[in-house]
T-cell receptor, first 113, second 115 residues
Framework: GQQLNQSPQSMFIQEGEDVSMNCTSS?????WLWYKQDPGEGPVLLIA?????ELTSNGRLTAQFGITRKDSFLNISASIPSDVGIYFC?????????????FGTGTRLKVLA | SAVISQKPSRDICQRGTSLTIQCQVD?????MFWYRQQPGQSLTLIAT?????????ESGFVIDKFPISRPNLTFSTLTVSNMSPEDSSIYLC????????????FGSGTRLTVV
């Protein structure tokens, strides 16, 4: 079945640094979502992408829908301590139902003050 | 966006028992979704619950183990039956987020530990 691989699995960065993470698939997706999950909470939607090549920002976060439709990228600029958490990508396949998403394996981010 | 309340937030249960998790939404929604997040893992869809019809289960999940109720458009329950330690996970309910076309809003989850 379809799988989403996120990279890196985890990362430690210094406050103020920029962060990049990506999500890749062997299958084509027509929608990509990026979520953040804080400890003890459910995931919160950060950015939604609907078109190949689309670049969308939400504050210090920028995400892109890859041209091949098989990948997506999330960048965080000037990281701050509250950026710590787990970041998940989620993709909706071309052949799946309108509501079903596959979630990536997650990138665990820790920010050192 | 929708506000979702889940109860209980956490529980420790004996193996062989059952736990029912409640999910309340502050607005009427057609579909509610139940996810499982095993320790250190990603989210896996268990089933989709539509009001007025039986839930649709994903591969690997069965109604006898995870019975779901959907009595109205704002409420759903998920029961984890005959629990074993392998059922220790975070269980999350979610609904479609208005305005994002296909994005989800999640509840804060129920952290279940089976001993």
């Amino acid at each position: 079945g379809q799988q989403l691989n996120q990279s890196p699995q985890s990362m430690f960065i210094q406050e103020g640094e920029d962060v990049s993470m990506n999500c890749t698939s062997s299958s084509i997706f027509n929608t990509w979502l990026w979520y953040k999950q804080d400890p003890g909470e459910g995931p919160v939607l950060l950015i939604a992408l609907y078109k190949a090549g689309e670049l969308t920002s939400n504050g210090r976060l920028t995400a892109q829908f890859g041209i091949t439709r098989k990948d997506s990228f999330l960048n965080i600029s000037a990281s701050i301590p509250s950026d710590v958490g787990i970041y998940f990508c989620a993709g909706q396949g071309m052949t799946s139902g309108t509501y079903k998403y596959i979630f990536g394996t997650g990138t665990r981010l820790k920010v050192l003050a | 966006s929708a506000v979702i309340s889940q109860k209980p937030s956490r529980d420790i249960c004996q193996r062989g028992t059952s736990l029912t998790i409640q999910c309340q939404v502050d607005s009427q929604v057609t579909m509610m979704f139940w996810y499982r997040q095993q320790p250190g893992q990603s989210l896996t869809l268990i089933a989709t619950a539509n009001q007025g019809s039986e839930a649709t289960y994903e591969s690997g999940f069965v109604i006898d183990k995870f019975p779901i109720s959907r009595p109205n458009l704002t409420f759903s329950t998920l029961t984890v039956s005959n629990m074993s330690p392998e059922d220790s996970s975070i269980y999350l309910c979610s609904v479609l987020t208005p305005g994002t076309e296909y994005g989800y809003t999640f509840g804060s989850g129920t952290r279940l530990t089976v001993v």
